[in-house]
């Protein structure tokens, strides 16, 4: 199978989307009949660069 063949393989197949972003987005897709996987992810240490810093020294 060429490179080719697999674009055009990929292109034909059913879109399934993992959503890690806005739900908004994710129920704007649903509504289009595209299945969609919401994964509700936030950053470490809500994001506090020096308490991510913390956590990693203590390996977590």
Known sequence: MT???RIQELFNSELVVLNIGPR???DALGKQ???VVQVDWRPLAGG???MQDL???LGI
């Open 55 to 57: 956590l990693a020294d």
């Open 24 to 26: 908004l987005f994710g």
């Open 3 to 5: 490179n080719t063949d």
């Open 48 to 50: 506090d660069k020096q």
């Open 33 to 35: 009949n595209v299945e």
